[in-house]
């Protein structure tokens, strides 16, 4: 199984050379500046010692999903060998003497990637474009999207589907359930009412409370939300 220490010493010439990039736990590196959505990259262990297999991801923090920053994101995919056929997603074995230069290149290429997603509706644009999985596009999270990026009308459309909805109908009495009801309730008056100031502040609460203790915590940065920006 891979450690943090091989991870360590194996992206130490990465973190030599970009000063936005940040080893956060021993197989976890994030770029820098971290504000509404982290972009993580994770070198990920396998059942095998001689393998791994390194995998992006782009996880948004403000959400009502309780702990958001201590979890995968939903937007994400592996880290592939250069120049191989995209179905080769493994292949990465520490006793192979041209992973490190490998790697490193998939890497760099990963970086520039995650460069161009700078603000909230780059990484949204880039989820709803390239992801064709439902998980991360359910209306539960459009809602909050819309919120955060100022398209109030149709979050409002949203709010129809999301009230009719079953999930949210059922009275759940379990963490992170219940809380993640709560959360999502609170945003029917504000939203009707058009009080950008209040959807902000909640959003801005839940997400200082989902990265509270985590490891996001010390590299975070309070931002805007392009609701609180827009003309």
């Known amino acids: 199984m891979t450690t943090a220490r091989q991870v360590r010493k194996l992206v130490r010439p990465l973190l030599e050379r970009h000063a936005d990039l940040t080893l956060v736990t021993g197989h976890m590196l994030w770029l820098t500046p971290v504000t509404h959505v982290t972009r993580e990259i994770w070198i990920d262990r396998t059942s095998s010692a001689l393998d791994f297999n390194p995998q992006w991801t782009l996880n948004p923090l403000f959400l009502p999903n309780v702990r958001a920053a201590a979890h995968a994101g939903f937007c994400w995919d592996f880290i592939r060998r250069p120049f191989e ?48 999985y439902t998980w ?23 709010w129809q589907k999301v009230e009719a909805s079953p999930t949210f109908q059922y009275p759940h009495q379990e963490e992170p359930w219940r809380t993640w009801r709560l959360r999502i309730r609170s945003l029917r008056e504000p939203l009707m009412d058009d009080d950008r100031a209040a959807l902000a502040t909640l959003l801005h609460r839940w997400e200082r409370e989902n990265v509270a203790g985590t490891k996001a915590e010390a590299i975070w940065q309070p931002s805007p939300f392009p609701l609180e920006t827009m003309d």
């Open 85 to 132: 056929p995209s179905e080769a997603a493994r292949g990465w074995c520490w006793d192979d003497p041209s992973m490190p230069e490998d790697l490193f290149a998939s890497i760099e290429r990963t970086l520039r990637f995650f460069r161009t997603l700078d603000t909230l509706q780059a990484c949204r644009s880039f989820t709803e474009a390239h992801m064709d």
């Open 136 to 158: 991360g596009k359910d209306f539960f999270e459009n809602l909050v999207f819309d919120i955060a990026l100022g398209n109030l009308n149709l979050a409002r459309c949203w």
